[in-house]
């Protein structure tokens, strides 16, 4: 039973326009969002996040937005940068430890 | 600022084997925990720890064991590698409130 979806496996962008992701959740108990992002061979870093009581927050070009109501998040890059191509994981916070989506591959086309 | 550290990067074990994937962190972080990736499958919980002494089961934790004898290191053993548990391992941690899981750069895992 799969908690946080991400329905993309990949996504292809160009340089300069905006990149949005999307992530999808069942349990209406989460309380707080995450993005990651994760290069080959590198361990994920963290992104930016949002909490359950609000429905955007914004870190340079990084915006997420919630829409609790339809249990989706996305995020918005922009303008999108070739240093961005990466997967990128979303992740709702539960009691245990975060339960994470399987991820969007995002390619940046020059 | 080293912050999480995985040893070792890459590992083959033999079916039955026994190994300690190590993971240590140096910002005093009370929470730790371990995941393992593997293809379309995104980041699964094993195991975690909110505290020296404290460790519980995640998601996946069959065929693994943990211990929390310091807050900064935080071991995961395989007592007899399976093929199954052929994968990447990352360590995490973080602190209070909403901090986000600091990650490690992993361990590659293969069970032949």
């Known amino acids: 039973d799969q908690q946080v979806k991400q329905n993309s496996p990949s996504l292809s962008v160009q340089e300069g326009r905006i990149s949005i992701l999307n992530c999808d959740y069942t349990?209406?108990?989460?309380?707080?969002f995450l993005w990651y992002k994760k290069y080959p061979a590198e361990g994920p870093t963290f992104l930016i996040s949002?909490?359950?009581?609000?429905d955007k927050n914004e870190d340079g070009r990084f915006t997420v937005f919630l829409n609790k109501s339809a249990k989706h998040l996305s995020l918005h890059i922009v303008p999108s940068q070739p240093g961005d191509s990466a997967v990128y994981f979303c992740?709702?916070?539960?009691?245990?430890?975060?339960?994470f989506g399987k991820g969007t591959h995002l390619i940046i086309q020059p | 600022n080293a912050g999480v550290t995985q040893t070792p990067k890459f590992q083959v074990l033999k079916t039955g084997q026994s190994m300690t994937l190590q993971c240590a962190q140096d910002?005093?972080?009370?929470?730790m925990s371990w995941y393992r990736q593997d293809p379309g499958m995104g980041l699964r919980l094993i195991h975690y720890s909110v505290g020296a002494g404290i460790t519980d089961q995640g998601e996946v934790p069959n065929g693994y064991n943990v211990s929390r004898s310091t807050t900064e290191d935080f071991p995961l053993r395989l007592l007899s590698a399976a093929p199954s548990q052929t994968s990447v391992y990352f360590c995490?941690?973080?602190?209070?409130?909403?901090?986000?899981?600091?990650f490690g750069n992993g361990t590659r895992l293969t069970v032949t």
């Open positions: 992740a709702a916070r539960r009691a245990d430890g975060l339960t």
């Open positions: 910002m005093n972080h009370e929470y």
């Open positions: 949002i909490s359950s009581i609000k």
């Open positions: 349990n209406s108990m989460f309380d707080y």
């Open positions: 995490a941690s973080r602190g209070g409130g909403n901090s986000p899981l600091h």
